[in-house]
């Protein structure tokens, strides 16, 4: 199959809309995970591939080996060796992805690890780091990819709020409370108990409500995702998530948590990681429109946007073998079914996202409603808190 042409049995004129919808809306993805998922390296020369490979040996199974494997294809992009990169984000039609500010305090050699990947961004004129929605508008307009930093807290966020502070200074905009397990914010979703905010966690929203950061929520527990929404003043976000509804998973939300983001004026971003939209193995991109089309109609089109969050960008097999003994440490279990080889058919690297848009076509939406789901929610929940 063709990128971007899953068989949604559109007649010629509902082809030719979808394609003029997807060159000239703005596309916001609240999660992307790069652009070329395990496709992408099927596209350079086996020597270079060799190369980096043994990069990744040489790093061991761990952290650092996960980073060099997953920014490669950037790295061949900034010396100038191979252009395919940046082809695929224009065939893609992605206007803002995702780039990861840590909000950490001392030395964390993880941590300080992307920052300096997000500093080698830099070196792409055709990338952008962004905080305000004029400048992801801009970057439309210009050509160009915008990318906004944000952080999920695989590490606890630290008890002085100056760490919150320094993060936001270099970029973040949008910080989620709790990754999957309980901690001194709240409780994440695969925790055993379930609870809200913490008193800390309430200053970390009104600190993050402060500053113009936005207040995400999508791997907290179900308590810590309603007081959120409650001790908030302004928009909350789930910007990767799905409907429990549909998939009753932890990583999902269910429809009291959906009805409280969205009576924040916040919007949800839906994910397209194969095993939290659906028990049946190799989904297609026919679930991931089932879960917009069940959110829409639960809380109203204009609180529905992407955070696709799937599939990272490493060689076939190689998220396997360097996830296998972190998994658990971030707060995943067996009952999860993470399976780092999955994925959804017709969503197989970022240039299906064509597919979205096609299969949104199919289903009646709107221009309007396309183009807000698209990315137009999304870009006015971000003026509304960064600027």
Known sequence: MQPGQYPFGLSDSEEARALKLHRQSIIFDWMSTDIGGPNIFSSYPKGMLAEMRQEVAKAGAGFSAFCIASFWPYEMAISGRSDVLRDWFVQSGLTCGTYIMPVYEGNDPDCEIYEKMAQRYDALPWLRRVTTASEIRQAKQDGAVALYGHWQPTVPIPRKLSAIDRAYGQGLRSLMLTYNRMDNVGVGCTERVDAGLSMFGVEVVRHCEALGLIVDVSHCGHETTLDACRVAKRPVNANHTCAKALSPVARAKSDDALKAIADTGGVIGVLVVPFFISSTPTPTIEIVLEHIDYIANLVGWRHVSLGTDWPYQLPPGMMAALM????????????????????????????????????????????????????????????????
């Not at 780092?340 to 017709?346: E, L």
């Not at 199919?362 to 960064?386: H, M, P, T």
């Open 324 to 387: 296998k003994d972190s998994l658990a440490e971030i707060g995943f279990r067996p009952e999860d079914r993470v399976d780092t080889d999955d994925h959804v058919v017709g969503f197989e690297d970022y240039r299906d996202l064509a597919n979205i848009s096609r299969g949104l076509v199919k289903r009646g939406y709107s221009d309007e409603q396309i183009r807000g789901i698209l990315g137009e929610n999304a870009l006015r929940v971000f003026a509304d808190i960064c600027g």
